[in-house]
């Protein structure tokens, strides 16, 4: 073998290249370690807040005090690797995380599972967004999944203890149909459940009161009659059934006139919310295609409610669905976005505060 003779120049010229590029490796990486960070800050500053979980993806936050504790009822959302669509396949939830926290601000605790979709005899695929209650000394998880024929329909499941598990009734709750239930108890212990969702909601394709399965994939496709309505309901004292008929909730201009079809930027998409302030009964909801959350108040809890205005502009993805909460005094909205990922599918929660105006409007935040 030949070796090679170096003189002592040569050795130092080699050993100072090295160095060289050692240094400049080195400064690269601090570099792009730095750039990562500036990146990083940059992007967060861009969010009104911040999320609440990282560990795993939660969207459509329903949020309430349980003793004294905050519990959130998110969807988990997962990639199920189902290309996007306007009917929503993508969004192929499988399960259901309870997420709990002593105050706003505090440390996040995830209870794990607290009801999969292979326990619930009748489910087909896609838990969407949950609501939770508590009476008599139960708690009530109410959810949307579609059945064997492809038909959302909406499910009970109960437990003793607010972060579950769940047991799911063998059947869904009888004359329920499309998404987003969501359950408000009033004063006089009377509970009633808003829900309802158009597009991959189904809403339309139940306009006539039975399923359509041919029926339109969108709305009414009448730009000039009024538009669907989010639908109410009394439950039973039991919580398990509905408890008289399921009615329109009615929403007006100021002029006492029902919102079109055609008005995208007012009328009632999805993902709706009772919430009480000084005796006013506050219909909040999505405007889904154009991505605002709107309310409307009324004098009953069943409506006909007025249109108010906006309260939320369009959160970075396309979904937007909220709660609205009062702890200790104070009133939160509980949302997501899609931060972490960037992609509609996968969100996450978040928490901000909700101001009351003294005219009774709802001050418009901007997420």
């Known amino acids: 073998m030949n070796k090679k003779k170096y003189t002592l120049t040569s050795y130092?010229?080699?050993?100072?290249?090295?160095?060289?590029?050692?240094?400049t490796s080195c400064k690269e990486e601090k570099e792009k370690e730095v750039n990562?960070?500036?990146?990083?800050?940059t992007t967060e500053k861009e969010f009104l807040t911040q999320p609440l979980v990282s560990h795993i993806y939660t969207a459509d936050?329903?949020?309430?005090?349980?003793?004294?504790?905050?519990?959130?009822?998110p969807s988990h959302d997962i990639d199920a690797g189902i290309p996007e669509n306007d009917n929503g396949d993508h969004f192929d939830m499988r399960d259901y995380h309870v997420l709990s926290m002593d105050s706003i601000g505090g440390k996040v605790t995830?209870?794990?599972?607290?009801?999969?979709?292979?326990?619930?005899?009748w489910a087909g695929r896609q838990l969407w967004a949950p609501d939770a209650a508590y009476k008599n000394g139960t708690y009530y998880l109410y959810f949307p999944v579609k059945d064997k024929d492809d038909v959302f329909r909406i499910g009970v499941a109960t437990s003793k203890s607010p972060q579950g598990p769940f047991t799911p009734e063998k059947e869904p709750i009888k004359g329920s149909f499309s998404i987003d239930p969501a359950v408000f108890t009033d004063n006089d212990g009377t509970s009633y459940m808003y829900f309802g969702g158009i597009w991959g909601g189904q809403l339309q394709q139940w306009a006539s009161g039975k399923f359509d399965a041919n029926g339109s994939k969108t709305d009414l496709e009448d730009p000039n009659i009024p538009s669907l309505s989010c639908k109410v309901v009394k439950l039973s004292n039991d919580m398990l059934h509905f408890d008289g008929p399921v009615q329109d909730v009615v929403i007006n201009d100021s002029n006492g006139k029902p919102l079109l079809t055609s008005d995208h930027e007012r009328r009632f998409f999805e993902g709706s919310w009772m919430h009480k302030y000084n005796n006013k009964y506050y219909f909040t909801y999505s405007t889904g295609d154009t991505h605002y959350l709107a309310y409307a108040t009324s004098d009953k809890p069943t409506g006909p409610f007025v249109y108010g205005g906006h309260f939320m502009t369009p959160v970075q993805g396309w979904t937007t669905h909220h709660s609205i909460v009062e702890i200790n005094g104070k009133w939160y909205i509980f949302y997501h976005d899609t931060q972490l990922s960037g992609k509609t599918h996968l969100r996450n929660v978040k928490v901000t505060e909700l101001t009351h105006n003294a005219d009774g409007s709802l001050e418009l935040i901007n997420p």
């Open 36 to 41: 990562v960070e500036e990146t990083k800050e």
């Open 110 to 121: 995830d209870h794990g599972i607290a009801l999969d979709i292979k326990d619930i005899p």
């Open 12 to 23: 130092v010229a080699i050993i100072s290249a090295a160095s060289l590029v050692t240094f």
């Open 61 to 73: 936050p329903s949020a309430h005090v349980f003793d004294g504790k905050i519990y959130i009822y």
